[in-house]
Nanobody, 128 residues
Framework: QGQLMESGGGSVEAGGSLRLSCEYS????????LAWFRQALGKEREGVAT??????TYADSVEGRFTISQDKPKNTVYLQMNSLKLEDTAMYYC???????????????????????WGQGTQVTVSS
């Protein structure tokens, strides 16, 4: 089981930007699908963005505003969040999942989130 550690969360005004980072180590070969999830108070954990060998994928709610990227030499995956909205307020989690590349999509990882390895999360709070 790998280890993941998120950082970069904080408080920001609506319209602002944040960049989340997730350092990972010891990821097994069958868990190369990396994803960002978020969980707002009282809601289920939902997939936000994924990255693997294929093209990144995004939830409709963040498409065009968030960008996921990976720096493999640094074992780090990022989530650049621009034009933040009040509804982006949530705890954000980094995760690895045992799914092949073709299923490393937001819909795919959300359906198998029970099999994810998680970081501890980082809080993002957007205010008006």
């Amino acid at each position: 089981q790998g280890q993941l550690m998120e950082s970069g969360g904080g408080s920001v005004e609506a319209g602002g930007s944040l960049r989340l980072s997730c350092e990972y180590s010891g990821i097994p070969a069958n868990r190369k699908c990396l994803a960002w999830f978020r969980q707002a108070l009282g809601k289920e954990r939902e997939g936000v963005a994924t990255i693997d060998l294929g093209a990144p994928t995004y939830a409709d709610s963040v498409e065009g505003r968030f960008t996921i990227s990976q720096d493999k030499p640094k074992n780090t995956v990022y989530l650049q969040m621009n034009s933040l909205k009040l509804e982006d307020t949530a705890m954000y989690y980094c995760a690895t999942l045992p799914t092949p590349t073709r299923h490393c999509t937001v819909a795919g990882v959300t359906s198998i989130r029970d099999f994810a390895d998680w970081g501890q999360g980082t809080q993002v709070t957007v205010s008006s």
